[in-house]
């Protein structure tokens, strides 16, 4: 998880894992956060439910529109555009929920998640995650 201080808001965080859930209370439950690397016993695979979570604390201005692109390994990139929720007052925190079904992994090396607001040419956050296969493959 990479964390950003931006002019959209005071931070932002992408953070990757393999559920989401909705809580009542304004919360969310994330089920299967990885870190830095995703391990696998073998390439290629197919995850059942993959998901990119973008979380912006104290929203400093809204934005009308977003694009995630997601690069994994040696694949063409995954693209999402949308508006974003409602718009919220100043300070107040947003959340993105972008959800993956049956996602397939072929090829190890670094995968990135860039989301890019309003058209910008520079995403206003991004993350990386290194996909490896089995322990044996992890650097020190």
């Keep these: ?4 201080e931006m002019k959209l808001a005071e931070k932002a965080y992408i953070i990757f894992c393999d559920d989401v859930r909705e809580e009542v209370g304004n919360k969310l ?3 299967g956060v990885y870190s830095k690397k995703i ?9 059942r439910s993959f998901h990119i979570v973008v979380i912006f604390e ?5 934005f ?5 692109v997601f690069n994994l390994p040696e694949a063409k990139p995954l693209e999402v555009s ?3 929720p409602a718009p919220k007052d100043k300070n107040e925190n947003m959340n993105l929920l972008l959800g993956y079904a049956a996602l397939k992994i072929e090829k190890p ?4 998640a860039k989301l890019f607001i309003d058209g910008e040419e520079k995403p206003e956050v991004q993350s990386e995650i290194e996909i490896i296969t089995a ?6």
């Design 1 to 4: 998880m990479d964390v950003a």
């Design 29 to 31: 439950s994330l089920m």
């Design 39 to 47: 391990v696998f016993p073998s390439l290629p695979v197919v995850m």
């Design 58 to 62: 104290n929203l400093k201005k809204n």
């Design 64 to 68: 009308k529109r977003f694009n995630l």
């Design 82 to 84: 949308g508006t974003p």
């Design 109 to 112: 090396g670094i995968a990135s």
């Design 135 to 140: 322990m044996k493959d992890v650097k020190k």
